[in-house]
Protein backbone atom coordinates (compact mmCIF):
# COMPACT_ATOMS: atom_id res chain seq x y z
CA UNK A 1 0.00 0.00 0.00
CA UNK A 2 2.88 2.34 1.16
CA UNK A 3 4.44 1.81 -2.58
CA UNK A 4 0.93 2.60 -4.31
CA UNK A 5 0.93 6.13 -2.50
CA UNK A 6 4.19 6.52 -3.06
CA UNK A 7 4.23 5.88 -6.43
CA UNK A 8 0.92 7.84 -6.70
CA UNK A 9 2.24 10.69 -5.25
CA UNK A 10 5.46 11.16 -7.50
CA UNK A 11 3.30 10.50 -11.07
CA UNK A 12 1.08 13.36 -9.77
CA UNK A 13 4.24 15.78 -8.74
CA UNK A 14 5.37 14.91 -12.62
CA UNK A 15 2.44 16.07 -14.56
CA UNK A 16 2.68 18.99 -16.04
CA UNK A 17 -0.33 20.91 -15.85
CA UNK A 18 -2.50 22.00 -18.94
CA UNK A 19 -2.58 25.67 -19.64
CA UNK A 20 -5.79 26.96 -21.37
CA UNK A 21 -6.35 30.31 -22.82
CA UNK A 22 -9.07 32.02 -24.63
CA UNK A 23 -8.79 34.86 -26.96
CA UNK A 24 -11.18 37.38 -26.28
CA UNK A 25 -12.94 39.46 -29.70
CA UNK A 26 -13.90 43.16 -28.72
CA UNK A 27 -16.66 44.75 -31.13
CA UNK A 28 -15.28 46.74 -34.18
CA UNK A 29 -15.60 50.12 -32.12
CA UNK A 30 -18.50 52.09 -30.78
CA UNK A 31 -21.57 51.57 -33.16
CA UNK A 32 -22.91 54.92 -32.28
CA UNK A 33 -19.96 56.49 -34.16
CA UNK A 34 -20.80 55.26 -37.50
CA UNK A 35 -24.17 56.27 -37.66
CA UNK A 36 -25.62 59.88 -37.87
CA UNK A 37 -26.89 60.45 -34.14
CA UNK A 38 -26.90 63.03 -31.78
CA UNK A 39 -24.12 63.78 -30.07
CA UNK A 40 -24.07 64.52 -26.13
CA UNK A 41 -24.77 67.81 -25.39
CA UNK A 42 -27.38 68.55 -28.11
CA UNK A 43 -29.99 70.22 -27.40
CA UNK A 44 -34.43 68.38 -28.23
CA UNK A 45 -34.63 71.44 -30.23
CA UNK A 46 -31.48 70.62 -32.18
CA UNK A 47 -32.57 67.04 -32.61
CA UNK A 48 -35.56 67.75 -34.03
CA UNK A 49 -34.88 70.09 -36.41
CA UNK A 50 -31.57 67.71 -37.60
CA UNK A 51 -33.51 64.06 -37.27
CA UNK A 52 -37.32 65.38 -37.70
CA UNK A 53 -39.80 63.95 -35.09
CA UNK A 54 -38.88 60.72 -33.33
CA UNK A 55 -41.55 57.66 -33.81
CA UNK A 56 -42.03 57.73 -29.74
CA UNK A 57 -41.56 60.56 -27.06
CA UNK A 58 -42.05 58.80 -23.87
CA UNK A 59 -42.90 60.79 -20.54
CA UNK A 60 -40.31 62.40 -18.51
CA UNK A 61 -38.68 59.61 -15.57
CA UNK A 62 -37.80 61.47 -12.29
CA UNK A 63 -37.26 65.47 -11.95
CA UNK A 64 -37.91 64.68 -7.56
CA UNK A 65 -34.94 67.00 -7.23
CA UNK A 66 -32.16 68.57 -8.46
CA UNK A 67 -29.57 65.23 -8.44
CA UNK A 68 -32.51 63.10 -10.00
CA UNK A 69 -33.52 65.39 -12.98
CA UNK A 70 -36.22 64.63 -15.68
CA UNK A 71 -35.04 61.43 -18.00
CA UNK A 72 -36.73 61.50 -21.29
CA UNK A 73 -36.64 59.45 -24.15
CA UNK A 74 -37.12 60.33 -28.04
CA UNK A 75 -37.20 56.28 -29.95
CA UNK A 76 -36.36 56.99 -33.79
CA UNK A 77 -35.66 53.98 -35.96
CA UNK A 78 -32.61 52.10 -34.84
CA UNK A 79 -31.59 54.40 -32.08
CA UNK A 80 -33.37 56.07 -29.19
CA UNK A 81 -31.79 59.29 -27.53
CA UNK A 82 -31.82 59.78 -23.58
CA UNK A 83 -32.63 63.48 -22.23
CA UNK A 84 -31.31 64.59 -19.17
CA UNK A 85 -33.76 68.01 -18.77
CA UNK A 86 -33.40 68.75 -22.77
CA UNK A 87 -29.48 67.56 -22.95
CA UNK A 88 -28.66 64.63 -24.70
CA UNK A 89 -26.99 62.43 -22.59
CA UNK A 90 -26.81 59.29 -24.23
CA UNK A 91 -27.61 57.51 -27.87
CA UNK A 92 -28.54 53.85 -27.45
CA UNK A 93 -28.73 51.76 -31.20
CA UNK A 94 -30.53 48.92 -31.06
CA UNK A 95 -29.00 45.28 -31.02
CA UNK A 96 -25.76 46.93 -30.74
CA UNK A 97 -23.25 45.54 -28.43
CA UNK A 98 -22.34 47.88 -25.29
CA UNK A 99 -19.54 49.87 -25.91
CA UNK A 100 -16.24 48.61 -24.58
CA UNK A 101 -14.49 50.93 -21.70
CA UNK A 102 -11.17 51.26 -20.62
CA UNK A 103 -9.97 49.29 -23.92
CA UNK A 104 -6.21 51.03 -23.59
CA UNK A 105 -6.09 48.84 -20.22
CA UNK A 106 -6.59 45.75 -22.41
CA UNK A 107 -3.35 44.25 -23.26
CA UNK A 108 -1.61 41.46 -25.01
CA UNK A 109 -0.39 38.84 -22.95
CA UNK A 110 3.65 38.92 -23.53
Do not use: C
Not at 8 to 14: E, P, Q
Not at 27 to 39: E, F, I, W
Not at 76 to 93: I, K, M, P, Q
Amino acid sequence: MRKVFRSLLIASLLTVPTIRAEVLELPAGDPAATLDVPSRGMSQATVARRYGEPLRRHAPVGGGSPQQPPITRWDYDGWSVFYENSTVVDVVVKDAPAPVHNVDALRAAP
